[in-house]
Nanobody, 117 residues
Framework: QVQFVESGGGLVQPGGSLRLSCAAS????????MGWYRQLPGKQRELVAR???????EYEDSVKGRFTISRDIAKKTVYLQMNSLKPEDTAVYYC???????????WGQGTQVTVSS
């Protein structure tokens, strides 16, 4: 069974930074596009950053220039470096595959990010 374990969230002031990590129990991790998703209160989960198996990255407009996704193939881990955080970034963040077919139906527990003064 595929598992995702997210960590690194917390409470940070506006303008601050956090680095999220996600360990994925995927047999062929290197072959998948991986993504970070977030779910804002009362809203649907959305994809905010995607890293393809070829090494290119894509970002949702609101996080471009502030967030950076990366991956460590050997550790089967995906990272999300978040800088210049804003209150509207407050959400639960999850990782999952980000293929054209969509994410796996199983999700991790997520990690809460709260941006507040």
């Amino acid at each position: 069974q595929v598992q995702f374990v997210e960590s690194g969230g917390g409470l940070v002031q506006p303008g601050g930074s956090l680095r999220l990590s996600c360990a994925a129990s995927l047999i062929n991790f290197r072959l998948y596009a991986m993504g970070w998703y977030r779910q804002l209160p009362g809203k649907q989960r959305e994809l905010v950053a995607r890293r393809t198996s070829g090494g290119s990255s894509e970002y949702e407009d609101s996080v471009k220039g502030r967030f950076t996704i990366s991956r460590d193939i050997a550790k089967k881990t995906v990272y999300l470096q978040m800088n210049s955080l804003k209150p509207e970034d407050t959400a639960v963040y999850y990782c999952n595959i980000a293929e054209q077919s969509g994410p796996y139906t199983s999700w991790g527990q997520g990690t809460q990010v709260t941006v507040s003064s």
